[in-house]
């Protein structure tokens, strides 16, 4: 199993198993994730269509590397931002982009890595 919206900090988990008329639970057992806990929001073109913007909340300041790549893996567009607390909106433009599926990926200056794609 997978947690795929973990907290930050101490985490307790344990499993619940249903057998037949009865429930059976595992030990609990802790977990720290001291993950960045950055967030993209949403990724949408501002009304002139020449940006894109990508909200991002984070529970951390951070500077980030953000890139655009299209569907067969070819870098459109990179631009490192510093992202704030508790949310940022960043502008990338993108009159130069085709239409079509993209990829935004954003490394932080620890290495963590958040995708998400758009269109």
Same mark, same amino acid.
């Given at each position: 199993? $997978?947690?795929?919206?973990?907290?930050?900090?101490?985490?307790?988990?344990? @499993?619940? /198993?249903?057998?037949?008329? &009865?429930?059976?639970? %595992? *030990?609990? @057992? !802790? /977990? %720290?994730?001291? %993950?960045?806990?950055?967030?993209? $929001?949403? @990724?949408?073109?501002?009304? %002139?269509?020449?940006?894109? +913007?990508?909200?991002?909340?984070?529970?951390?300041?951070?500077?980030?590397?953000?890139?655009?790549?299209?569907?067969?893996?070819?870098?459109? =567009? =990179?631009?490192?931002? &510093? +992202?704030?607390?508790? !949310?940022?909106?960043?502008?990338?433009? +993108? *009159?130069?982009?085709?239409?079509? =599926?993209?990829?935004?990926?954003? +490394?932080?200056?620890?290495?963590?890595?958040? *995708?998400? *794609?758009?269109?």
């Amino acid at each position: 199993m $997978i947690d795929k919206n973990p907290l930050t900090g101490k985490i307790f988990y344990r @499993i619940k /198993v249903t057998y037949f008329d &009865h429930l059976l639970y %595992s *030990n609990t @057992i !802790s /977990v %720290s994730n001291k %993950s960045s806990a950055l967030k993209i $929001i949403k @990724i949408y073109k501002d009304n %002139s269509s020449e940006n894109l +913007i990508i909200a991002i909340n984070t529970e951390n300041e951070e500077n980030a590397l953000i890139t655009i790549y299209s569907i067969m893996g070819v870098r459109l =567009q =990179q631009k490192k931002e &510093h +992202i704030c607390t508790p !949310s940022t909106s960043i502008l990338l433009p +993108i *009159n130069n982009l085709t239409a079509g =599926q993209c990829f935004l990926k954003i +490394i932080t200056d620890d290495n963590k890595i958040f *995708n998400k *794609n758009f269109y």
